[in-house]
């Protein structure tokens, strides 16, 4: 199954938060995945074939069949084949660092896509989401600043993940792209900004299929797709590191 995806990062970045694809259906193509919803209300985190919703302050709920996405990745992804252990990886940057020794040792190349799914204990995860906002909507970058961020420590839990190729930046993220669910899959989730691995399984998959979807709506047709956004992409990143240092 390759990965599917539906509309494009850099539609998110321009404010092109329309729905575009149900839980239902973005759950038949995948069992493994993540996104934001339609009107940027909550993170989109699907686990073993459910899709849930990390909402401002890190609160987990089921997300209704009905309930649209607007941005979305997904995969069936079994947690099977060569788990590798890992232990006290500190910060975003050593769990980074360790998920790609095995993709590495999966997919050889930074030229393939990859679908990563890190079980295990954290001493510390950092998490994002938005409020909800209502048409007509600003571009993410103008409003990343009301994002709300949450943080638990010694929790259980899963980082789904992807990684991209450069080529493939602005089509989805470039590099890795992690969200979070606390094994209860109800206390705490959302987009994962930092943590610290103590410790875990990291499975990893290299895919070579992919295939993206396009919203239908006239808005999305309007959008500027045509600039480079990667000064937009990591002033979003910026924004981020810029309340971890307040
Ligand atoms: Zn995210």
């Known amino acids: 199954m390759p990965i599917r995806q539906f509309s494009t990062i850099d539609a998110l970045m321009l404010g092109h938060f329309q729905g575009c694809v149900s839980v ?6 995948g069992n493994l995945g993540l996104g934001a919803m339609e009107n940027l209300a909550g993170e989109c985190l ?14 987990v709920v089921a997300a209704d069949a009905k309930e649209r996405l607007a941005f979305a990745t997904a995969c069936d992804f079994p947690m099977a084949g060569t788990l590798f252990q890992a232990h006290d990886a500190v910060g975003m940057d050593q769990v ?33 989401s938005f409020h909800e ?3 007509p909507f600003k571009p993410l970058l103008e409003i990343a600043a009301d994002q709300v961020e949450a ?13 991209f190729p450069r080529f493939i930046s602005g089509v989805n993220q470039e590099g890795w792209h992690f969200h979070f669910i606390s094994r209860d899959r109800q206390s705490f989730g959302g987009h994962c900004l930092d943590c610290s691995l103590a410790s875990g399984l990291i499975g990893c998959r290299r895919e070579l299929s992919f295939s993206v979807t396009l919203p239908e709506d006239e808005d999305f047709g309007k959008l500027p797709l045509g600039a480079d956004l990667s000064a937009r992409r990591e002033a979003i990143e910026n924004e981020s590191q810029k309340k971890e240092e307040d």
């Open 24 to 29: 239902a259906d973005i759950l038949k193509v």
């Open 46 to 59: 699907i686990i073993d074939g459910k899709c849930f919703i990390g909402q401002p302050g890190g609160a």
């Open 96 to 128: 980074k660092a360790r998920a790609d020794e095995v993709r590495m040792a999966e997919c050889g190349s930074d030229n393939i896509p990859c679908v990563c799914r890190i079980d295990g204990k954290f001493s510390r995860v950092r998490v994002r």
């Open 133 to 135: 906002v209502k048409a």
């Open 151 to 163: 943080s638990r420590d010694d929790i259980e839990g899963t980082l789904i993940g992807f990684w």
